[in-house]
């Protein structure tokens, strides 16, 4: 009866990888099936672009090929888990761990959370940008960036909403904190494991200037995933992160705006700087006043 149960809960995407808990080795085991399938989606993209008019694959083809790039690695998570939830204690990729707040005040203190990270992030992105420009030849790859960020964007509004505030929180969060930082809390320091999830989650971003700030975030959601153990609240700081980043580029005014001190003056900047960590530091704060159950963090074990 009780396999019967494992499987029947199998189904569910986030139950289906619960008993594959990688370390560090794991890790790039599975940034290796996330390059396999990055270099699938060129192929699906290349075959696309044979018989489909080019303008149509520029705007539409991501929508296909940015979540096969994550099918290897779900596949392969899926059947390590399938092959040791016979043996192994499986550990929940999503939890509700709130401590003293209702989860509707959780969810407001991550909203705040997620502009207050957006803007304490910008004065240490500013600067990555500024000082990694100046680096003979790092601004002819700055512009190759840029023009290919455009072109993931370059459909209508709603599609790039879609692939870029709505499936990367989905499929990045399930692989750097769902699989990697899960994993890692097992196996490490929380500290540490926070870290070098951060870093991995910087990494698959393969360019300086989005690096920085992935790790920054990437710090952040593995906090809130470490004291609550959500998955979704997770998702919700990068749904806030990218979707705000989206609307903002749709602004005429903002459009050649990188930078929150780009959009102010610079005491106007000041101000809203220090309300931001003033925000950020509340919020970390009200994270910090839930319990821990245990060493690994609010993270459930599977009960069957």
């Known amino acids: 009866m009780q396999f019967f149960a494992r499987k029947v809960n199998n189904y569910s995407l986030y ?37 489909v008019p080019q303008d149509v694959v520029q705007k539409y083809a991501m929508l296909v090929v940015y979540p096969l790039s994550f099918v290897p690695a779900m596949i392969y998570a899926g059947q390590q888990s399938q092959r040791n939830s016979l043996f192994e204690t499986g550990y929940k990729l999503s939890s509700s761990h709130f401590g003293p707040f209702k989860a509707w005040q959780a969810v407001l203190i991550t909203i705040g959370l997620s502009f207050a990270t957006m803007i304490v992030a910008d004065l240490p992105n500013y600067c990555n940008f500024k000082l990694t420009t100046l680096t003979p030849g790092m601004q002819s790859f700055y512009d190759l960036i840029v023009n290919l960020m455009k072109q993931l964007t370059a459909g209508p509004f709603w599609s790039s909403f879609l692939l870029v505030a709505v499936f990367a929180p989905v499929f990045e969060e399930w692989l750097c904190r769902g699989m990697v930082l899960r994993g890692l809390l097992t196996r490490m320091k929380p500290a540490w494991a926070i870290v070098v999830s951060a870093l991995f989650f910087a990494l698959i971003h393969m360019n300086p200037w989005q690096a920085l700030n992935a790790f920054i975030i990437g710090v952040v959601m593995g906090y809130v995933y470490y004291k609550t153990g959500s998955l979704w609240f997770t998702m919700l700081i990068h749904f806030v992160n990218n979707g705000t980043s989206v609307i903002l580029s749709q602004v005429p005014s903002l459009q050649e705006a990188d930078f929150w001190i780009d959009m102010m003056p610079l005491g106007t900047y000041a101000l809203v700087y220090a309300g931001g960590l003033a925000l950020f530091c509340a919020c970390i704060w009200a994270f910090s006043r839930i319990p821990l159950e245990q060493k690994r963090g609010n993270i459930d074990t599977v009960i069957l």
């Not at 619960?18 to 989606?41: E, H, Q, R």
Request: proline share 3%.
């Open 15 to 51: 139950a289906s990888h619960a008993w594959y808990v990688p370390g560090v080795k794991g890790m790039f085991g599975l940034l290796g099936w996330f390059l396999l399938g990055n270099l699938l989606g060129g192929v699906v993209e290349a075959v696309f672009g044979a018989f």
